[in-house]
């Protein structure tokens, strides 16, 4: 996206299809889609990175929304994750 960090994830195999939102609070963006006319399918919940939560807009269109407060995961040489970076 244009002068901005945001990253849209979309996920295929899923169905039905399921688009992530990677977005600086998960808290904040939620409160806005709710003031535009969405509703909370699955509300503000801990994932590892950060936070995640499950939107409806207005036309019934499912968005996941996480963030990174917990900061990215970090792995060892063998790729298995040893925790998030500081």
Known sequence: ????DAEIVIHTEADPLQIDLLVASVESAAQRF???GARIVAGLFDIAI???AVVADPWGNTLVMLDMSK???TTDAEGNVTGNEP
Do not use: N
């Not at 996206?1 to 901005?4: A, G, K, N, Q």
């Open 34 to 36: 709710v003031e535009s």
């Open 50 to 52: 950060g936070k995640c």
């Open 71 to 73: 900061g990215k995961l």
């Open 1 to 4: 996206m244009p002068d901005s």
